[in-house]
């Protein structure tokens, strides 16, 4: 009987090896990716980026604001412009119930007419948002390097020999590595 005992207990154990054996394997496997993940989420780089993303989106946000709520609303005073300059549209093909007298109010009205509208004022609007936007950044950008004495903006020349781009102040192409204050041809006079 104590040997049958053992031989069952010796069987439990036979079988619970296996079910021991793949916990520890999906436990290591848990774990390695886990360690990979931290390794690949605490990096530097990834660090930097993602404060980098979070900072570039509030900056965004304040330019935004900057733009729509200080320099828009002064170009809306205008004579081309208007106030609801994203509410301009004209109408290509009138729907049922256009009246002449009152025509349209709204793009809505014309889109539940089942009109045919031309939208120039939102394109134009986004158009003066972008443009606004462009040139805040840059003055933004003029004014870092003005203040730090290094520039965002870098100015680039195309090189005479391969036609990529380089910096303007680089003496000889990255690209080609040829010389671009005429070095290439003292050297090859001296031959």
């Not at 916990?23 to 886990?34: A, F």
């Not at 889109?111 to 972008?130: H, K, M, N, P, S």
């Not at 005479?160 to 041809?185: H, Q, V, Y």
Request: aromatic content about 10%; hydrophobic content about 40%.
């Amino acid at each position: 009987m104590a040997n049958q005992n053992y031989r069952d207990s010796e069987d439990q154990n036979d079988s619970q090896h296996p079910l021991l054996d793949a916990e520890s394997r999906v436990e290591n496997r848990v774990k390695s990716i886990w360690n990979g993940f931290v390794d690949f989420a605490l990096r530097e780089s990834v660090l930097e980026v993602a404060v980098g993303l979070i900072i570039a989106s509030a900056f965004t946000k304040v330019v935004n604001s900057l733009v729509s709520d200080l320099i828009l609303p002064p170009l809306s005073l205008l004579p081309f412009m208007s106030k609801n300059l994203e509410e301009k549209f004209l109408v290509l093909k009138k729907g049922p119930k256009f009246s002449k007298l009152h025509g349209y109010n709204t793009r809505e009205l014309a889109l539940e007419d089942g009109a045919v509208i031309w939208t120039y004022g939102a394109f134009l609007d986004q158009l003066t948002t972008f443009i606004g936007i462009g040139l805040v950044l840059y003055g933004l950008a003029s004014l870092y390097g003005f203040v730090t004495k290094d520039s965002i903006i870098r100015h680039t020349r195309r090189c005479p020999f391969c036609r990529k781009e380089i910096s303007a102040k680089a003496k000889r192409c990255p690209m080609c590595t040829s010389w671009l204050n005429g070095r290439d041809d003292e050297e090859e006079s001296s031959l």
